[in-house]
């Protein structure tokens, strides 16, 4: 059988195809956490900068100044003057360090007069706050993208901007800035964790199913292997929920080949019977014919020998017709009842003439759709095997019963009954173990049960007896 490997390739395939769906989803997922997170920081720096704007002491910040040092001081006095006032303000807010970062500009020293949570005097003096000093002129709140923070020694950030006014007059801003760089590392972080909390789960489902996969195919082999031998009947699965699939499949592909094998049986006894009816025709006439010539008159027994026999023979042919795949059935609504009764007298001549005898027993059943002829044919040959089946003497039971939807009608013989060793052949086409059988009884009463839609069961126990058993739709 041609091996093919399935296995790495379809392996492949899938972890691609899932790799592919993770990669999408954790980045969709990525783009989510990151505006959630702004919106979030956004809210924040809004709320830290007005909080600022409303503390602010009152006045300029040269007014502030003022209170410590005299206005003539140098600049850089001053801002330290002003930054000692606002410090104790700043410390009222509670951020996480190195993330966010807040405090004042003043307009008139040109640089960050307070800065927070921790002071960072590198900012208060001597290094400008270029884009703090790019919005000096705006008297609006502004959400500023920085690429390169002067806040943030360089790194990327997001500031909130409010002006702070004073009898009219802009003095400055008071800012919260977040650091991006920082935020979007910690998202990073959180993205790729799940991703390859994600990527490990998929990877011990693929190593599950890659072994049930490995199972399964291994199984599937030795079954298609096990029906090409014909021992499919008690197949067991590794994987023991499979098992009933694949005996389902091994029963439908016998059944499928019994059918098969009628089928070309009964095409092929429909032509064999066409051409040999024929010309036995014509010597039975000639026979009949010259039986009654007074030159032949002596030989008349013999004459009578040779019509009787061409007349078995062709009760073999009919035999063998009743197999042709399109033989017309007439179906209708009759009682199986009213067809045992109009046969009785037939089948109990039958089994007197072996010693036997039949008994029935019937039960009040509906009407079946059902072809007369085949139902009495069917009837006729299970007797006659259960017949054969007792050699000496014995009873044959023939019972009529509804069970739920259906109707039941069985054949129990206590014969000889039928070795489990053969029970799989029943109904295979020239199979008899009798030395005048024909082996064809059974396989036309498989047909017309397959032809009725109907079941067949059959219990049998070597020594003690066989029952066939058909179940017949209810219409
Ligand atoms: P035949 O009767 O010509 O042998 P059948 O197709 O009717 O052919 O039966 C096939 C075989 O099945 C028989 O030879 C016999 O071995 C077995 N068989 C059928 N019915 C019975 C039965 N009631 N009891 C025992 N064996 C049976
Ligand atoms: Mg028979």
Redesign the pocket.
Known sequence: MKRINLTTKLNFKIVFVVLLLMITVTAYNHWLYVQEENDKNITLLMSITEFLVQKKPAGSFADIAAQQVSPLQPAQEQVLAINRQLHPLLNEIFVPLDIIKFGYYARQYDCIVAIGPQLDTSLLIGISPCKLRQINESNTELLIKNKSSVVWHGANSLAYVKPISENGVIIGHAFASINQDAVYSVLWRRTISTFLGAFLMVLVCVAVFRELFVKLKKDLRTFAESILDGRTYNYKSEIEEFTPILKYISEQTEKMTKLDRLNIIGEMAAGIAHEIRNPMTTVRGFLQFLSIKNEFIKQKENFDLMIDELDRANSIITEFLSLAKNKNMEFSYINLNTIIHDIYPLLQADAMRNNCEIKVILDDIPSVSADQSSIRQLIL?LVR??I??MPKSGIINIYTEAVDSKVLLSIQ?C????PPE?REK?GTPF????EQ???????ICYQIIQRHSATLSIESSPGKG?TFTIGFKQS
Do not use: E, H, M, Y
């Open positions: 040959n095997n259960g054969d089946a013989d014969g000889v009954g039928i053969i029943l199979f008899t173990t009798k059988g024909t082996g064809l009884g059974l396989a066989t």
